[in-house]
């Protein structure tokens, strides 16, 4: 079965702080993974995507990596700000157009 | 470039009852996919259409459905409305569908089932 798992569950950091969000997954076959943040009561809004053959990409203070090898994912904040405070949504997406969601991180950022 | 519109944002419904939710994708967008967010389960893929036809149907039982127009706006309905769900109902938009590029989702619209 494909499935997401992201760690942790929730994360409460000091404004300024890095930090950074986990996700293993067991899709196959394997197409592209995503990173979505959401706030509280709004749609997700795309981060990052990254296929087979990427293993890291930057937005801003948000960076993504990504081992095909062992089926791990990371997000990397750096210098988190207030408004960092949301969930974030790690999915992968595999053949014939499907995409399996991991169930995400809260975080909160405090001043 | 206007995002993607749903409508309603938020409603109240019964049990019982029966409801309509619209979603307007990205101009010159083909693919719309639905999504239910509930805060145990998270985002469940519930359908994908591409330019009028279901490509895609996730695991939710026939009271839920949808369909497409030749504008590419779309709508879900789901018939006699139970408790559980209650959730946040989310539409997607995509040029060629979802799992290829970039998805870009509405505000969604909080349904609650009373």
């Known amino acids: 079965k494909n499935q997401v798992e992201q760690s942790p569950q929730s994360l409460i950091i000091l404004e300024g702080k890095n930090c950074t969000l986990q996700?293993?997954?067991?899709?196959?076959?394997?197409?592209?993974l995503r990173w979505y943040k959401q706030d509280t009561g709004r749609g997700p809004v795309s981060l990052t995507i990254?296929?087979?053959?990427?293993n890291t990409k930057s937005n801003g203070r948000y960076t993504a990596t990504l081992d095909a090898d062992t089926k791990q994912s990371s997000l990397h904040i750096t210098a988190s700000q207030l408004s960092d405070s949301a969930s974030y949504i790690c999915?992968?997406?595999?053949?014939?157009?499907?995409?399996?969601f991991g169930t995400g991180t809260r975080l909160t950022i405090i001043p | 470039k206007a995002g993607v519109t749903q409508t309603p944002r938020y409603l109240i419904k019964t049990r019982g009852q029966q409801v309509t939710l619209s979603c307007s994708p990205i101009s010159g967008h083909r693919s719309v996919s639905w999504y239910q967010q509930t805060p145990g389960q998270g985002l469940q893929f519930l359908f994908e259409?591409?330019?009028?036809?279901?490509?895609n149907k996730g695991n939710f039982p026939g009271r839920f459905s949808g369909r497409q127009f030749s504008n590419s706006r779309s709508e879900m309905n789901v018939s006699t409305l139970e408790l559980g769900d209650s959730a946040l109902y989310l539409c997607?938009?995509?040029?060629?569908?979802?799992?290829?590029?970039?998805?870009?989702f509405g505000e969604g619209s909080r349904l609650t089932v009373l």
């Open positions: 996700c293993n997954y067991t899709v196959s076959p394997f197409s592209n």
């Open positions: 997607a938009s995509s040029p060629t569908g979802p799992g290829a590029g970039e998805l870009f």
């Open positions: 259409y591409f330019s009028e036809t279901q490509r």
């Open positions: 990254m296929t087979f053959s990427e």
């Open positions: 999915v992968v997406s595999f053949g014939n157009e499907k995409l399996t």
